[in-house]
Structure formats: structure tokens, C-alpha cells
């Protein structure tokens, strides 16, 4: 089973930027379309950005088209997503899984941005 780990959140100012990782252990990603998903206070978990696994396509939630890129690196077992021009809006806990996501979710990372 494939245990996901995501890092690089932080507090950053409307406007900033964060680069968010998923690093996978226990088993290879390379074959599994990935996904980045986020859960606001208060909210349902949404999905944000999606990513095949051959790296031919990327699809992404209306909120955060334009401002994200999703990426992966299959040799390193990890999964990337590029976040700029924050708003306020975009704070939440993020967290990477398979798209569509199975049952097994991470601790994810929290992003808070500062208005």
C-alpha cells in the first residue's frame, strides 16, 4: 500500500507563492493518475488539480486555473503542485491522493495565506 507525505505548506501573503510535495513510499506512483485536494474550515474537502500518470494531462478546478500547476516527477515518486498569486481563499489543508481518491488520506499540509 502506498503511503503519501505532503510538505511545503506554510503562511505566506495574498499574492505569494508555495510549491507543494507528495512524496510516495511503499509502492510506485508512476501508473496512477494523481490529484491535489484541499479542505477549508468549515468545508468539504474540493478537488484541485489533477495529473495522468503518462504526464500528457493536467486539469484543474476553475478556482485555481491559471495560478496552479500540477506536476510529477515519476522517478522520484513524487507529485508537485506550484501555487501562485494566493488569496485568502486558498487557505486550507492540502493533500495529494489518487484521482479519483481512494479512502486513504495523509495528514496533508496546511497553506494559510494573509490578506
Known amino acids: 500500500q502506498v503511503q503519501l507525505v505532503e510538505s511545503g505548506g506554510g503562511l505566506v501573503q495574498a499574492g505569494g507563492s508555495l510549491r507543494l510535495s507528495c512524496a510516495a513510499s511503499g509502492r510506485t506512483l508512476s501508473r496512477a493518475d494523481m490529484g491535489w485536494f484541499r479542505q477549508a474550515p468549515g468545508k468539504e474537502r474540493e478537488f484541485v488539480a489533477g495529473?495522468?500518470?503518462?504526464?500528457?494531462?493536467?486539469y484543474y478546478a476553475d478556482s485555481v486555473k491559471g495560478r496552479f500547476v500540477i506536476s510529477r516527477d515519476n522517478a522520484k515518486n513524487t507529485v508537485y503542485l506550484q501555487m501562485n498569486s494566493l488569496t485568502p481563499e486558498d487557505t486550507a489543508v492540502y493533500y495529494c491522493?489518487?484521482?479519483?481518491?481512494?479512502?486513504?488520506w495523509g495528514q496533508g499540509t496546511q497553506v494559510t495565506v494573509s490578506s
Open positions: 491522493n489518487k484521482n479519483p481518491p481512494t479512502s486513504s
Open positions: 495529473i495522468n500518470w503518462s504526464l500528457d494531462n493536467t
